[in-house]
């Protein structure tokens, strides 16, 4: 069916208790469309990078079968670039810098190929880039939506003016509370529906993921995992298996995003295994099979 993946591509720099690494490729949208591109095989990343990029990078997009006719290069220059630092427990992560070079300036116009593509995923950017994408898409199927606190702090009115126009807005608890002023996370899903959205998908790092509708909730839970190396993109790959999979079925029913929301769980925590997308490079069709069938185990009672 098809995804449209609009996100940064970054080169991140991480480092965690045990490890240190610099300009790794990083960015919402890529870890986001890389996940996608397990369940579809038309995948559209819409995004801006310096001509500072590794092209090795860009060869590593392109073999996960990612579309880059919408990745602009600048030339001359700088790629956006982020670093963190985890906690001894990773439950805690402090923003050593952010440069956003590029992105300061990048106003994507859609390729025509992109236009009617069925399933968009507005990966975290700012509220008005994502709202000039809906406004250039033609009729999609489904818009899914993810924000973070800098932009329900900073651009609040064009927050709500952007998630008026998705189906399913994705966040974090941190960020519904945020959002909400209100501490529990089913009250304050009900809050955001009320702005516009059909369903609402809070993230609960470890703990899994919860979907609230005006008819439904459903909870799904993490996979468990016992050692963790990097958890930077694990949301961004959730979101990305959980449209993936819907773009891979075109079926948006309630019985489907139960089984995305699974899907996107064991996405992620393939992510979490290795810094960057190195984990990815290494998964198999059996192995998504395989964490899948246990997650139903897990859940079954």
Known sequence: M???VLGTVTLDTV????KRVQEVLGGS???????????DNSIRLVSVVGDDFPQDY?????????ELEGLRRVENGKTFRWGGRYSDDFNVRDTLF???NVVLDFHPILPESYKA???IFLANDPPQLQLDIIQQATNPKLIVCDTMDFWINEEREALDKTIQHVDILILNDSEAKLLTGESNLIKAARMILQIGPERVIIKKGEHGAISVTDSSFFSAPAYPLTEVIDPTGAGDCFAGGFIGYLASVGDTSESSIRKAMIYGSVIASFNIEDFTINRHRTVTKDDIASRYQELQEIAKF
């Open 29 to 39: 949208g890529m870890y986001a469309a890389v996940a996608a591109s397990f369940f």
């Open 117 to 119: 593509t069925p399933f």
């Open 98 to 100: 952010t440069e956003l």
């Open 2 to 4: 098809g995804v449209l």
């Open 15 to 18: 480092e965690t208790p045990e």
């Open 58 to 66: 860009t060869d590593i997009l392109s073999k996960h079968g990612v």
